[in-house]
């Protein structure tokens, strides 16, 4: 209770000359980028220098999960602050995301960030890959941002995916497709054109309070940055991470530039572990992996004046965690009676003295399948697994044998979590007759639209 009261009088004290006493919010969501990907976590690779710049400036979140290893249940945990499971978005109709054209999306009824951001009278944007239904009632402005433009999937779902037939990939603003996404020059424009959005839309609501959400496409695959950035880079991973610093840097200088610095609060995280030619370590595992290295994301969070600058925070805090905190924070609305699993996490981030993370569990899921769960520095998975996480991040050593009762301890809270969640799970959203935005190359007609999933073996 005092942590709370701290932060309440924090807040209020440090939101003096913010917009009407609340801070503007920017979330910047990258694609697969692995925990030891950029400098503030480690990497001798690759040069990031805006996010080394935000980091000291601010503070690194060092036990940040995300909810999912892979990209859709990821982001309906982000936007909904709940595990995939309950809303339906554990995976896609008919595999582990969502693909072109798929009758399932992010259930309208659901209320998202966006949604609780505008009913603090804030102006909501998203620039970037979507990935939570590309059907009319799932788009980002039916889900409560006033603008849109990006991707309404993962950037790899166009002609070249052979394993699939897919259409080209389209750039929409709003709902409507303005541009293809053809080869791999137009693939490697893709930071850049939401990079520019997202600031075009700063300086044109910093009279008001905003939202902007920034889900890059970038660094998944198939990979490639704009030429100034590939000619110094050993390979595509290492110039897309270090695009992804630029435009982190473009950001953070349109907030100077407009005097918006102290007025708003930064958080960049991933949406999952690296993939391949990405680095995870310490973590063992990455993508996909239910190990700490699918769902442990590099995070930074920066609001210079108000976060204390060059410090880190161990404390375990998820992505779903944002929703109640940000509401928190600006006098956002919650709905009434609807079971979210994110706690608030403003004591934290603001480095209250004697602040704890406010999970007592936190549940590690591939798709709708349970895989383990982290309960202080125990990991313990389904199949008996143990590791003491503050001695051994890596997960190399199953200690099991030598703690049976926290091993049976932790299967319990597994079961327990395992029967509350079926009894109070939400359904997915349903399109009837969907079908892509665009069609496929080379065919004609209605058939030209069908989704991509039933196509599959065809």
């Known amino acids: ?65 995300v909810a999912a290893p892979v990209c859709t249940p990821s982001r309906a945990a982000l936007m909904t602050g709940c595990y995939p499971r309950r809303v339906g978005l554990a995976k896609g109709s008919g595999h582990i995301v969502l693909f072109p054209g798929d009758p399932h999306g992010l259930q309208p009824d659901e209320w998202t960030m966006a949604e609780m951001f505008k009913s603090a009278g804030y102006a909501t944007g998203c620039f970037g890959k979507w990935h939570l239904g590309d059907q009319p009632q799932f788009l980002p402005t039916a889900q409560g941002f006033d603008s849109y433009y990006g991707i309404p999937y993962s950037n790899d779902m166009w002609p070249g995916l052979k394993r ?42 910093k009279e008001k309070p905003f939202f902007v959400y920034l ?56 949406d999952n572990g690296g993939a391949r030619g990405c680095v995870n370590l310490p973590l063992r ?84 399948n349970l895989r383990a769960v982290r309960s202080g520095k ?11 996480l503050s001695k051994d991040i890596g997960e190399k050593k199953n200690i099991a044998a030598q703690h049976p009762e926290v091993v049976a301890r932790l299967q319990k809270v597994m079961d327990t979590f395992d029967e509350e969640m079926v009894r109070n799970s939400r359904p997915v959203g349903v399109a009837k007759n969907s079908r892509t935005l665009v069609p496929r190359p080379g065919v004609e007609g209605e058939e030209a639209y069908r989704p991509t999933l039933s196509l599959k073996g065809r």
């Open 1 to 65: 209770m005092k942590a709370i009261l701290a932060f309440l009088v924090v807040t209020v004290a440090s939101c003096a000359g913010v917009v009407n006493g609340r801070p503007n919010v920017v979330v910047i969501f990258i694609d697969d980028m692995g925990y030891g990907d950029i400098g503030p976590f480690g990497s001798k690779l690759n040069e990031t220098p805006h996010l080394d710049r935000m980091a000291k400036e601010g503070r690194k979140l060092t036990s940040f999960y």
């Open 164 to 205: 699939w037939q897919c259409p080209d990939l389209p750039v929409m603003r709003d709902t409507k497709v303005i541009s293809l996404v053809r080869d791999m020059n137009d693939q490697a424009d893709l930071c850049r054109q939401f990079t520019e959005e997202a600031v075009k839309f700063i300086r044109a609501n």
């Open 215 to 270: 889900p890059h496409a970038f660094v998944h695959g198939p990979r490639a940055a704009r030429p100034e950035f590939m000619k110094n880079a050993k390979d595509a991973t290492e110039a897309q991470i270090e695009e992804v610093d630029w435009s982190v840097g473009e950001i953070l200088d349109a907030l100077r530039e407009e005097k918006l610095a102290e007025k708003t609060l930064v958080l960049f995280t991933s």
């Open 285 to 368: 595992g990455g993508k996909g992996s239910a190990f700490e290295g699918g769902m442990r994301e590099p995070t930074v969070v920066w609001w210079p004046g108000t976060i204390p600058a060059g410090t880190t925070c161990d404390e375990v805090m998820t992505a779903m965690d944002l929703l109640p905190t940000f509401a928190k924070m600006v006098g956002g609305t919650l709905k009434e009676g609807r079971t979210i699993d994110g706690k608030e996490i403003g004591p934290l981030l603001l480095d209250v003295e004697g602040a704890k993370t406010p999970h007592e569990s936190f549940f590690y899921h591939q798709a709708d």
């Open 378 to 388: 125990w990991k313990c998975f389904r199949k008996g697994e143990l590791y003491d």
